[in-house]
């Protein structure tokens, strides 16, 4: 996956990152509970430690990612 993935633009990984965050989105409560029994959290706290947390990170790479990954001079 990793010579795939680096081979890909950043509109492909773009469209990735909306796919797996719709993914997230269905199968969050599925997620909350193995978290709730792996750690202990409630339900609450893993909606807001999983679910949210990991959605912002990815909405966050999907539109500045490719201006951060982008190349600079030094």
């Given at each position: ?17 909306r796919?797996?965050?719709d993914?997230i ?15 202990g959290?409630t ?7 999983e679910?949210?947390?990991t959605?912002?990170?990815l ?9 951060i990954l982008?190349?600079e001079p030094?």
């Open positions: 996956a990793h010579v795939t993935w680096s081979e890909s633009s950043f509109a492909e990984r773009r469209a990735v990152f796919e797996l965050m993914e989105l269905v199968l969050q409560e599925e997620i909350c509970k193995e978290s709730v029994n792996g750690t959290k339900m609450m706290e893993a909606t807001y430690g679910i949210m947390t959605l912002e990170k909405r966050w790479l999907k539109n500045e990612g490719e201006k982008s190349p030094r």
